[in-house]
């Protein structure tokens, strides 16, 4: 919520606002989380699977190219899970139908904004790793901002657009 603001150019009040939020959203975020780690998962386990498995047929190495795919399009989903979470009151089977609509519809951006952030992440956690403090401040909050940013101009571009044009027709 906090950095969805600040991606907004809105003020936030960090702590107060965060708490705010986190009272708000913290059951489905968790429920979300537990998602998340079921599908994380299901999907080590398969790419594990599918791996040994091309050693012996071919159609296993096609298998696991699908599930990597698929593992990325759904943590490209995520960019737009959390921001959705806050800012719409949608239900959660709703929140990963857009998530995964949007994901589609903007894929080769989604792609590359996806891999900044995931980048700009590892390369932050590799050389901030004995000093904890600048890896929250930017290994962290950085990747986010630019994921969420990337997601309100998605919201814009296609949500709030459409609501936008529904009231200037009543």
Do not use: C
């Not at 600040?6 to 939020?21: G, I, L, P």
């Not at 386990?45 to 795919?69: E, P, S």
Request: glycine share 2%.
């Amino acid at each position: 919520y906090v950095i969805r603001n600040w991606a907004r150019d809105e003020h936030a009040w960090v702590w107060s606002d965060f708490k705010d939020a986190w009272k708000q959203n913290w059951k489905e975020s968790i429920l979300i989380m537990l998602i998340n780690g079921v599908v994380s998962i299901i999907f080590y386990v398969n790419f594990t699977f599918y791996t040994v498995q091309a050693q012996r047929n071919l159609l296993f190495i096609a298998l696991r190219y699908l599930t990597l795919i698929i593992g990325i399009i759904y943590a490209m989903m995520n960019m737009f899970i959390f921001p959705m979470l806050v800012t719409y009151k949608l239900k959660l089977r709703q929140i990963f139908k857009n998530a995964l609509i949007f994901t589609m519809a903007e894929l080769p951006r989604a792609f590359v904004i996806f891999l900044l952030a995931f980048l700009l992440f590892g390369v932050v956690l590799y050389f901030s790793l004995p000093f904890i403090i600048p890896f929250f401040i930017i290994g962290l909050t950085f990747p986010m901002l630019i994921a969420i940013s990337f997601a309100n101009w998605v919201f814009d571009k296609y949500l709030n657009k459409a609501s936008h044009e529904e009231e200037v027709t009543e």
